[in-house]
T-cell receptor, first 115, second 113 residues
Framework: DADVTQTPRNRITKTGKRIMLECSQTKGHDRMYWYRQDPGLGLRLIYYSFDVKDINKGEISDGYSVSRQAQAKFSLSLESAIPNQTALYFC??????????????FGPGTRLTVT | AQSVTQLGSHVSVSEGALVLLRCNYSSSVPPYLFWYVQYPNQGLQLLLKYTSAATLVKGINGFEAEFKKSETSFHLTKPSAHMSDAAEYFCAVGGGTASKLTFGTGTRLQVTL
């Protein structure tokens, strides 16, 4: 089984709809992240969470919200989807300390299309 | 503040040729540096990492990278390209007390016969 799973893997939604992307991990990591990937722009950080009670905005958090329901679950919500939120979304996790806490494990991604 | 510049959004090499993907970074603290690979329709997989130990880092699939502080570079190389190396490659920098990473814009590697 995959260590980091994302659901759904693909989603098409309409402008104005609320949508939630979910991420679950079995790695036992404290830290979780949400990124979006756009062609030519690389990955940009949306939100990150260092533990269940610690949630922080990334560089492009406008239009998004998150919920850390448990150590293993981190959800990303688009309150009112707009077409420029069409992108590939990745969840990632990392340990909380030591040099190994410096790199991140990625889920398979969710391809979101907003029409 | 941290940033990464990957020179060349697309690189094409012949099978068996040297692969060189360039990455330059900027960091106000001692950096941790990473290369990730993304195969089509997949997530990102860690290829190799520099975490202040040896400056020449070996990764999976025959790739390696050398940390050069004086040049603020962390270029990725492989002596002989294989068709299966065709993918997108991302350089990333982290550092300080947080484990946030800043990614480059990626380089798509094409391998031709």
């Amino acid at each position: 089984d995959a260590d980091v799973t994302q659901t759904p893997r693909n989603r098409i939604t309409k402008t104005g709809k609320r949508i939630m992307l979910e991420c679950s991990q079995t790695k036992g990591h404290d830290r979780m992240y949400w990124y979006r990937q756009d062609p030519g722009l690389g990955l940009r950080l949306i939100y990150y969470s260092f533990d269940v009670k610690d949630i922080n905005k990334g560089e492009i958090s406008d239009g998004y919200s998150v919920s850390r329901q448990a150590q293993a679950k981190f959800s990303l919500s688009l309150e009112s989807a707009i077409p420029n939120q069409t992108a590939l979304y990745f969840c990632a996790t990392s340990e909380s300390s030591g040099s190994s806490g410096r790199w991140q494990y990625f889920g398979p991604g969710t391809r979101l299309t907003v029409t | 503040a941290q940033s990464v510049t990957q020179l060349g959004s697309h690189v094409s090499v012949s099978e068996g040729a040297l692969v060189l993907l360039r990455c330059n970074y900027s960091s106000s603290v001692p950096p941790y540096l990473f290369w990730y690979v993304q195969y089509p329709n997949q997530g990102l997989q860690l290829l190799l990492k520099y975490t202040s130990a040896a400056t020449l880092v070996k990764g999976i699939n025959g790739f390696e990278a050398e940390f050069k502080k004086s040049e603020t570079s962390f270029h990725l190389t492989k002596p002989s390209a294989h068709m299966s190396d065709a993918a997108e490659y991302f350089c990333a920098v982290g550092g300080g007390t947080a484990s946030k990473l800043t990614f480059g814009t990626g380089t798509r590697l094409q391998v031709t016969l």
